[in-house]
């Protein structure tokens, strides 16, 4: 199995800047079998929502329209990623949860549920 494990995270003001990390680890994890790491955010009352992802092979981003030039995703190590968090706004208040999968096509790397492995999450509040 894999395990995903997520830190940062906590309250800030709006206009602030916050770091989350992830970790995965496992026997099974192949970060060659078109694997992506990334996170997804679910608010009080609403769906989960894509954020941002990292596919490992070309090393390519991708991101959410609303935080496109807020937020970075990076790879940090063969099996770590990191998000900082820049001019954080009262809507990205969330739990953010980190998510890693094999054998990913390009075409569902913003669904959900093309992700087999996920972290706890952890609480994003941005006051206003």
């Known amino acids: 199995q894999v395990q995903v494990v997520e830190s940062g995270g906590g309250s800030v003001q709006a206009g602030g800047s916050l770091r989350l990390s992830c970790s995965a680890s496992g026997r099974t994890l192949n970060t060659f079998n078109a694997f992506a790491m990334g996170w997804f955010r679910q608010a009080p009352g609403k769906e989960r929502e894509f954020v941002a992802t990292?596919?490992?092979?070309?090393?390519?981003l991708y991101y959410a329209d609303s935080v496109k030039g807020r937020f970075t995703i990076s790879k940090e190590n063969s099996n770590t990623i990191a998000m900082q968090m820049n001019n954080l706004k009262p809507e990205d208040t969330a739990v953010y949860y980190c998510?890693?999968?094999?054998?990913?096509?390009?075409?569902?790397?913003?669904?959900?549920?093309?992700?087999?492995?996920w972290g706890q999450g952890t609480h994003v509040t941005v006051s206003s």
């Open positions: 990292i596919k490992w092979s070309g090393n390519r």
């Open positions: 998510a890693a999968g094999m054998g990913l096509i390009t075409s569902s790397l913003r669904t959900s549920t093309a992700y087999s492995y």
